[in-house]
């Protein structure tokens, strides 16, 4: 049976009350509930977007937890969606929202979006003081990307094995996500590859990265690749964390960053950090547009194009002058500060030596912050599992030598030990 007939008579047999098998339902019953909101049957959301940085917790008395816990999912599902500003979600029909969520309706509070192309997801709080799912793990069974099936279970010892034992299932969704307990969760039931929301919902939720994505967003710039049109993807660390931005990028701007073939040499920045993609297929399929790059060279308009908007930003060793002090914030332990004339003059001279080397697969997590006497600021990413070298601007690596590195934690008093061993 082809994809679309499937999907059809999956759909009709759900809303039918017949027995439903796991597949790819989802295209034609998103399409007559996009139709019905068309029409007055559905009431789209029209407030405007909040932070879900937003504490929901301080309304009134005399509004139900049921109300709280529906602004709280309100207020996540708006702050996910502006990293999606390509895709119009609307909120999902009843009938499809009770068949997905079934598993959940006696212990969560659930939340519906879907688009006309099909893609959807449901947030759900629970309403109790603990998960029901809190101890179960989740494995996803998927024999084709339009059949999602996900378990939650337990996991068993049997002998030399550890074997599943599936407790709960969804059919239809191809992703759970949660936070730590459990109580907050994001069910992907379909989504664009390479361009999932579901990311979104974790770095909301379990990675703190609320105040950056809505700073994302004032910036016109996103957290998920666009389904629509060509993309800069832009690789940077900020605060200790890899991150990935992206840009659209209209044909004229395309025309502009890509015709012209004159080349510059990246003298503080690593041109592995920015590609251009033709399309969110391109991008699935690992095929960045050609940028006539060679070494740490890259086409003079498109570098032009990303300093002049504030895109990508890289900083020279030289920035490292007139240090009065020197914060260090090594993840997991207690905040250090050198006001030492002599240790900072020291380090600065090892910092300001550094070569520029190749961002590799460290974690550079442990922060050292150089506070200058005009109050200016420059922010360094220390690597912090044995690597030489940190992170100045937003995706470039510095190393003054194993040695010299070795020298320099020293004189910070930074611990040489790893994250996991802190």
């Not at 929901?56 to 999912?73: H, N, P, Y």
């Not at 059949?147 to 279970?153: A, K, Q, S, T």
């Not at 690597?383 to 601007?393: N, Q, R, S, T, V």
Request: charge should be negative; hydrophobic fraction near 35%.
């Amino acid at each position: 049976m082809s994809g679309a007939k499937k999907r059809g008579v999956f759909v009709a047999m759900a809303f039918a009350g017949a027995a439903v098998l796991a597949g790819g339902f989802y295209g034609l019953g998103y399409k007559m509930a996009w139709d019905q909101g068309e029409n007055g049957g559905l009431v789209s959301s029209s407030e405007p977007f909040r932070t879900f940085a937003e504490d929901v917790q301080g309304q009134e008395s005399e509004v139900s937890q049921s109300e709280r816990q529906r602004e709280e999912l309100l207020e996540l599902a708006a702050a996910m969606e502006k990293q999606q500003p390509q895709i119009a979600y609307k909120d999902m029909d009843d009938g499809l929202l009770s068949f997905y969520t079934r598993p959940l309706q006696a212990s969560y509070e659930c939340y519906g979006r879907f688009s006309d192309v099909g893609h959807a997801y449901i947030l759900g709080v629970c309403t109790e003081e603990k998960s029901p799912f809190s101890e179960m793990r989740v494995k996803t069974d998927s024999n084709d990307y339009n059949e999602n099936y996900v378990h939650l279970g337990f996991e068993r010892v049997s002998g030399e094995e550890t074997v599943f034992e599936p407790a709960v299932e969804f059919p239809g969704v191809r992703r759970f996500s949660w936070n730590e307990d459990k109580t907050l969760i994001c069910l992907s039931v379909d989504q664009p590859e390479a361009a999932e929301i579901d990311d979104v919902f974790e770095r909301l939720v379990n990675r703190g990265q609320g105040d950056y994505l809505e700073q994302l967003y004032e910036k016109g710039m996103q957290a998920t690749a666009p389904v629509e049109g060509s993309f800069l993807e832009l690789r940077k660390w900020v605060q200790g964390q890899e991150v990935t931005e992206y840009v659209s990028l209209s044909p004229e701007t395309m025309d502009e960053i890509m015709g012209d073939s004159q080349m510059i040499d990246l003298e503080y920045a690593d041109s592995a950090g920015i590609n251009v993609y033709g399309s969110l297929a391109s991008k699935i399929e690992h095929s960045p547009l050609e940028m006539a790059k060679s070494g740490n060279s890259i086409k003079k308009p498109l570098w032009d194009y990303l300093q002049s908007h504030g895109l990508f930003r890289a900083e020279s060793p030289d920035v490292i002058e007139g240090t009065q002090k020197i914060r260090i914030q090594q993840r997991g332990m207690e905040p250090g500060l050198i006001e030492d004339e002599e240790v900072i003059q020291e380090v600065e001279n090892i910092l300001k030596n550094a070569e520029l080397a190749d961002v590799t697969g460290c974690p550079y997590v442990d922060m050292v912050t150089l506070e200058k006497a005009d109050g200016s600021t420059v922010q360094l990413q220390f690597a912090a599992d044995g690597c030489d070298g940190f992170i100045l601007g937003d995706y470039a690596c510095y190393t003054p030598g194993r040695a010299e590195w070795d020298r320099l934690k020293g004189l910070l008093e930074m611990s040489f030990e790893t994250p996991a061993e802190r």
